[in-house]
């Protein structure tokens, strides 16, 4: 940025660089780290900071928290009057959320959806959010809240009815083609049913099992459509045995704009010999993550399972099909909650130093980090 002032009759430019200040974490329960997080820096795709062997990926990012890496990213707070939250990501933000349910019967909307907005003023980027195979998309309240509260209007559709049924269901592409026209509804007609003022224009994508396949679907068919995406422990299954879907994963994915991939280290294990793991080997974050162009952020919640991250529910009876940590369970929704949140305030708000949150030592759960 070049700032002009007015001395003696004279104008001078001035011009502002940033140096390059790369910070690593350490004992911070992480294992096998590849620790490689910006902290707003001006970088030419290399580093000549060796400290702890990291290296920095991240490029072209200036000291007004603008970057290239975030195409069609207009996140400079001082200018967009972009909402950043400086609150602690692992816990809730100091807004208060409003959540509110439409049905598509009365907006025209594609399906039923769930709004959560702060209910302060402000302008707030927004996240469309994918509910897994057969589950419902409020049982996701704790992660969805959390998240509002850091100031972001997240949307969540409730793509069929989640009644623990598969027959009859859509199949993982013919979802996709539904969330793509949500989303575009939602860009048309998201500022007409809140009274907060939010930006679709800053729009992030995050999906939790199928529901990250169903994203990473939408976003190879139209890369435009968001500026960010995320996956919560993403299965890129096939339907099962007579299923016959294909993959999503084939071949690295072309996205410039960053990704993040959240894994649960129980999600490959089965509950008993005759059923099969709910995110298996081969078809789960690891080939996500693989195929994600930098930027990219991996995490894997140790001792946590598939569904760990929900809402304590009463009832839940497709939950007894995966693998479960005996860990406390608000602490998983607490991390998962914590990831995305430092993960949008830096691909949306604008915020990239919220980055190096992402492997911070103080995260409720123990985890391994790697990032690109």
Not at 9 to 24: H, I, N, R
Not at 140 to 156: C, D, K, N, P, R
Not at 194 to 221: F, N, P, Y
Not at 305 to 323: A, P, R, W, Y
């Amino acid at each position: 940025m070049y700032r002009l002032f007015f001395l003696l009759g004279l104008f001078f430019s001035l011009s502002l660089t940033a140096c390059d200040d790369t910070e690593t974490c350490s004992d911070c329960n992480i294992n096998n780290m590849n620790n490689s997080t910006n902290n707003n820096t001006s970088t030419n795709n290399s580093s000549n900071n060796a400290i702890n062997n990291q290296t920095n990926n991240t490029t072209n990012n200036t000291t007004n928290n603008m970057t290239n890496n975030t195409t069609n990213n207009t996140t400079n707070n001082t200018t967009s009057g972009v909402y950043v939250s400086d609150s602690d990501i692992w816990n809730e933000g100091e807004l208060t959320v409003t959540v509110e349910s439409f049905t598509a019967e009365v907006t025209g909307s594609p399906v039923d959806f769930t709004l959560y907005v702060p209910s302060d003023g402000g302008i707030y980027p927004t996240v469309i959010f994918q509910h897994g195979f057969l589950l419902d998309a409020t049982w996701f309240s704790g992660i969805l809240t959390h998240i509002a509260s850091h100031g972001f209007a997240v949307v969540a559709p409730q793509m069929y009815s989640a009644d623990s049924n598969p027959l009859g269901k859509p199949n993982a592409a013919e979802e996709a083609i539904t969330a793509g026209e949500f989303r575009d509804w939602i860009v048309e007609n998201l500022q007409d049913i809140t009274s907060c003022d939010v930006s679709t224009e800053l729009l992030g994508i995050a999906g939790h099992s199928r529901g990250g396949k169903v994203t990473w679907l939408l976003l190879s068919d139209c890369p435009d459509c968001a500026q960010a995406v995320a996956g919560i422990d993403p299965v890129d299954g096939t339907g099962g045995p007579l299923g016959g879907e294909e993959r999503v994963v084939d071949g690295p994915f072309d996205f410039d704009f960053p990704s993040l991939v959240i894994g649960a280290e129980l999600s490959t294990e089965s509950v008993n010999m005759f059923s099969s793991a709910c995110a298996p080997e081969g078809d789960n974050h690891v080939q996500f993550y693989e195929a994600s162009a930098s930027v990219a952020f991996h995490v894997l919640a140790l001792e946590y399972g598939h569904l760990d991250m929900l809402d304590d529910l009463e009832s839940c009876t497709i939950c007894s099909t995966c693998v479960s940590g005996e860990g406390d369970h608000s602490l998983m929704r607490k991390f998962v909650a914590g990831e995305l949140v430092g993960f949008f305030r830096g691909s949306l708000s604008g915020d990239e130093s919220s980055w190096e949150n992402l492997s911070t030592e103080d995260a409720p759960i123990s985890f391994e980090y790697e990032d690109k």
